[in-house]
């Protein structure tokens, strides 16, 4: 929670870039880091600093990313004309908002929401600057715009392409990120115009504009790593890698053990708790609880799924939405479990399909076991009491139940209801010809001669 003392903020989120170098039928924002859109990660972080509203700023015929927004409203900038003309766009949405706005870019995921509260803390403090801008200082300054500060604070942002060889050489960059005291920002932004290199209408002169009003402008410094802006598949990657990384971090920090951090693979959702054990190569995809004590042996791919303390998971398991591991469970390896619920204790060890189930406490499923879930048409559920023992390769044709404590022979095919303790199983007798077996392996080797 932010302290009351600081101004409510509302955000803009620029994000009407068609992100051309992206090569893609959808807007770059949604593209994807840890299974959650770019232009997400800005608003859960923006959420954690109780910024509200949020405006996020689309192109025309972006509907897919409007939906990924909501409820956050939506303005659409029709001609992409600059940062300042974008920003300009979310003014009907805002005009009543009296407090501090904060312009965000929609590519740049990382932005810390620590980083936006010191912007905040230096809005209320020294000469209670209008405008603070994040800036940083890159490793390449290349084509960032330069901030060209004084003793009295931050003068003016000249953009690369219109830079002198002087200003050029000035390291700390504009991130684009700023903080700036709603009306000012309007009245600010209707000075604007597009005397420009690019002809186009910057954000950036909101600076000196200021300045020249008797207003005073700050900056923030901010890291390069959480500033980083996403244009090409390749950058996306990076990212996707920065992000594991940092991820892995903070599940080893909160009591997780993870043999090999390197490949393990989160989603920005995925809740891991203490003494949990991951091994390696485990990819977590969304919507995944594991809790305290749980443990994932190695080569799990796991979405949609809870796993409670003390279960076991894997090697080599898979489970999709609507997995729910019970506590002490063991789901071993080559399993896949599927919108079912393993209670307390249960046990599906070995190469086996459980779809639309659930399986009883401390039931034990024998190896090569199948949920026959699906008839073509219908999804159909099975319901497999506590302490029921199935026998390897039964195939269970749901809908179907099996009783507490009840049993399957093996390969059994169950199609009707078996009652508590009772046993299912298809009989066919075994027929058994002694000294068969001798007899063919000598008939074989006969015949090579
Ligand atoms: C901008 C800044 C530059 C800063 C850099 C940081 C300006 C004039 N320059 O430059 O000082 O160092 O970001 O990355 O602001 N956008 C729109 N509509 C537009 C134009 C841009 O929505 O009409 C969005 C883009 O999708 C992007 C963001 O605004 O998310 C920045 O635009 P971009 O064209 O990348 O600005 P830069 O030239 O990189
Ligand atoms: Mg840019």
Redesign the pocket.
Known sequence: MTSPALTATAAIV????L?TRMKSALP?VMHKVAGRPLVNHVLVTLAGQDIAPVVV?I?PEMDQLAKAVAPHPTAI?HD???????VQQAEGALKDFSGDIVVV????PFIGGETIARMRAARAGGKKPAVVVLGFTPDDPG???RLVTSPDGLER?V?AKDATPAERAITL????IMLVEAKALWQLLAQVTPNNAKN?F???DIVALARKAGMACAVVEGDEDELL?INSRVELAEAEAIYQRRRRKQAMENGATLTAPDTVYFSADTKVGKDVEIGPFTVFGPGVTVDDNAVIKGFCHIEGAHIAGGAIVGPYARLRPGADIGADAHVGNFVEVKNASLENGAKVNHLTYIGDARVGAKANIGAGTITANYDGFNKSRTDIGAGASIGSNSVLVAPVKIGDGAMTGAGAVVRKDVPADGLALNSSRQETREGFAAKYRQMKQDKKK
């Open positions: 620029l994000a009407a870039g992100g770059k700023v192109g900038q992409r004309r600059g940062t300042a003309h974008a870019y929609g590519d740049t084509g960032y715009g942002i953009e960059c504009n991130s684009g186009e910057y954000l950036t802006g």
